[in-house]
């Protein structure tokens, strides 16, 4: 499941009537402080790998942020902890600077010359209506927070909470926690750290519901919806009270008891080539690992790729391949005019069609292929990075804009879904213009060669696998794809798991915890 994600404004305009309707001054702010103390206590008593300080820092700006750090910091010093503060505008909201002094904290008139002594810094520089980086002054601060703990009040200080957008100066954290509403930044900023999320309000009156109330008029008139999940949950233990961003659902891939090798979802994958053999190996194992049904391959490979998994059907072309329910064209298949023709080929067939890595490349090159893709009755999957996706986006004519926004456009633009990878990777359905998910694989391992082709052949088993269940169901799409990049992502997770630590993920041994992935999604 997902979880709706809210921009600023929207924030502000469920908490006007709360605050307004408060029995006692700043108790909103308690309310938000308590979360931001129970989040403070899990991270203390986890520690810090190597680190030997048990102080916390309190960071606190003029803010509702600051003031909801400083009340936290109040709350610890009366549960034991030893806390100080730092104003960094010199100045703090006034009760709650008063609280944090009343429970015996200490204000700095200075930052400390060394983190040793501390183990955790709460971020309360900025809150969500700061835009752009912080203040050049404030550079010190932030190079301090890199040798200790952070945990950031609402989002992380220089981050954007409406884009997501880091600027030059800001502040990276461990954990986020945030009130009422998931903001946009905790889907789009992997500086957030861990998402962590607490229903405030007050008696009978949860600002989450608040937000429910206004959805409907946002997401029909406002601002695009964002919605967010996490593949690999983070590190830590935290209290009931806090959740954590979760992980989008994976749909079941065990056969139905009238399945057989064909009804179940035939895949077929044309990858490769003399310059990229590996990338028709790793794609296939991609496809074959993710879900129980017929892999088909197509391509100069063919003998390579049998010899490897013999459970694959292999031809060398695309007119003898036979019937399939999705094809994946592009990793390691060539830009020349023989490889175009084939994606022009396959564009005609009556099946969603995945373009990857290679595939990318000729779609930026070809207004016709582009046309084709824009045309086509059947669902279109494309797969791009950053630098693929900026090459489209400037042969398409869209204009550049802040992530998820140019990414929503080009999708409406070439009338196709648009997977792009990284970090954060966003998917954009090409029948849904005003919503995109966005899926944080919550580690950066897969950042490594190969590991697009591996994800291509996954999203293009489950493609096929969807379609066979739900023949032409292109509102499964978005579904069908986050739930490959989840997959794609914990498997990744795995593989860089080591008795000793987390070390390299090379793309084949992603490709090889696919099936152990999957069974964790699948039995969540």
């Given at each position: 499941m997902y979880a709706t994600t809210y921009t600023a404004d929207q924030i502000r305009a469920a908490e006007a009537p709360l605050l307004e309707s408060q029995s006692?001054?700043?108790?909103?702010?308690?309310?938000?402080?308590?979360?931001?103390?129970?989040?403070a206590e899990a991270m203390l008593a986890?520690?810090?790998?190597?680190?030997?300080?048990?102080?916390?820092?309190?960071?606190?700006?003029?803010?509702?942020?600051?003031?909801?750090?400083?009340?936290?910091?109040?709350?610890l010093q009366l549960a034991g902890h030893r806390v100080d503060a730092l104003l960094t505008a010199g100045r703090a909201q006034d009760r709650a600077l008063s609280a944090f002094t009343n429970a015996g904290?200490?204000?700095?008139?200075?930052?400390?010359?060394?983190?040793?002594?501390?183990?955790?810094?709460?971020?309360?520089?900025?809150?969500?209506?700061?835009?752009?980086g912080l203040r050049e002054e404030l550079a010190d601060a932030v190079a301090w927070l890199r040798g200790v703990q952070v945990l950031a009040v609402d989002v992380p200080s220089g981050v954007d909470a409406d884009t997501g957008v880091a600027g030059q100066l800001h502040v990276?954290?461990?954990?986020?926690?945030?009130?009422?509403?998931?903001?946009?930044?905790?889907?789009?900023?992997?500086?957030?750290?861990?998402?962590?999320?607490?229903?405030?309000?007050?008696?009978?009156?949860?600002?989450?519901?608040?937000?429910?109330?206004?959805?409907?008029?946002?997401?029909?008139?406002?601002?695009?919806?964002?919605?967010?999940?996490?593949?690999?949950?983070?590190?830590?233990?935290?209290?009931?009270?806090?959740?954590?961003?979760?992980?989008?659902?994976?749909?079941?891939?065990e056969p139905a008891p009238g399945d057989d090798k064909y009804s179940g979802g035939v895949v077929g994958v044309r990858a490769g080539s003399e310059q990229y053999p590996g990338a028709a190996l790793l794609a296939?194992?991609?496809?074959?690992?993710?879900?129980?049904?017929?892999?088909?391959?197509?391509?100069?490979?063919?003998?390579?790729?049998?010899?490897?998994?013999?459970?694959?059907?292999?031809?060398?072309?695309?007119?003898?391949?036979?019937?399939?329910?999705?094809?994946?064209?592009?990793?390691?298949?060539?830009?020349?005019k023989a490889a175009a023709r084939e994606l022009a080929w396959m564009l005609r067939q009556e099946v969603p069609v995945l373009i990857d890595a290679d595939g990318l490349t000729l779609l930026a090159g070809h207004p016709e292929l582009r046309q084709q893709v824009?045309?086509?009755?059947?669902?279109?999957?494309?797969?791009?990075?950053?630098?693929?996706?900026?090459?489209?986006?400037?042969?398409?004519?869209?204009?550049?804009?802040?992530?998820?926004?140019?990414?929503?456009?080009?999708?409406?633009?070439?009338?196709?879904t648009i997977v792009r990878?990284?970090?954060?990777?966003?998917?954009?359905?090409?029948d849904e213009p005003h919503l995109i998910h966005a899926v944080d694989a919550g580690h950066s391992w897969a950042a490594?060669?190969?590991?697009?082709?591996?994800?291509?052949?996954?999203?293009?088993?489950?493609?096929?696998l969807a379609t066979a269940r739900t023949p032409y169901a292109d509102a499964a799409i978005a579904a069908t794809t986050t739930g490959a990049v989840t997959v794609h992502a914990l498997a990744a997770a795995i593989a860089a798991d080591t008795p000793f630590g987390e070390a390299t993920a090379p793309a084949s041994h992603i490709a090889e915890h696919i099936r152990n992935a999957t069974a964790v999604m699948t039995n969540a």
């Open positions: 006692r001054p700043d108790e909103l702010m308690q309310s938000a402080a308590h979360a931001v103390f129970e989040a986890g520690g810090a790998v190597g680190r030997t300080g048990t102080r916390t820092l309190v960071l606190a700006g003029p803010g509702g942020n600051g003031g909801d750090a400083l009340y936290a910091g109040a709350e904290g200490t204000v700095l008139e200075q930052l400390p010359d060394s983190s040793a002594e501390y183990c955790l810094a709460i971020d309360g520089i900025t809150g969500i209506g700061g835009s752009g990276t954290a461990d954990a986020t926690v945030t009130f009422g509403g998931w903001r946009r930044a905790h889907a789009l900023a992997p500086e957030c750290g861990v998402q962590l999320f607490a229903d405030i309000g007050l008696p009978g009156r949860p600002l989450h519901g608040a937000l429910l109330d206004t959805l409907p008029e946002w997401a029909h008139e406002g601002p695009a919806l964002v919605l967010a999940n996490r593949a690999v949950p983070g590190p830590g233990q935290w209290p009931s009270g806090l959740t954590p961003l979760r992980a989008a659902s994976v749909r079941s891939v296939v194992a991609g496809a074959l690992y993710a879900t129980p049904s017929m892999v088909r391959y197509v391509g100069p490979q063919a003998a390579e790729v049998v010899r490897a998994h013999p459970e694959v059907v292999v031809t060398q072309k695309l007119e003898d391949a036979g019937r399939v329910q999705a094809w994946v064209f592009g990793p390691g298949a060539g830009t020349d824009a045309q086509r009755q059947q669902s279109t999957v494309l797969t791009p990075h950053d630098g693929e996706f900026a090459r489209l986006r400037k042969a398409a004519g869209v204009a550049e804009s802040t992530r998820f926004e140019e990414t929503l456009t080009l999708a409406a633009a070439l009338r196709a990878k990284g970090r954060i990777t966003l998917v954009a359905p090409e490594t060669p190969g590991s697009g082709d591996v994800l291509a052949g996954i999203m293009g088993a489950h493609l096929a």
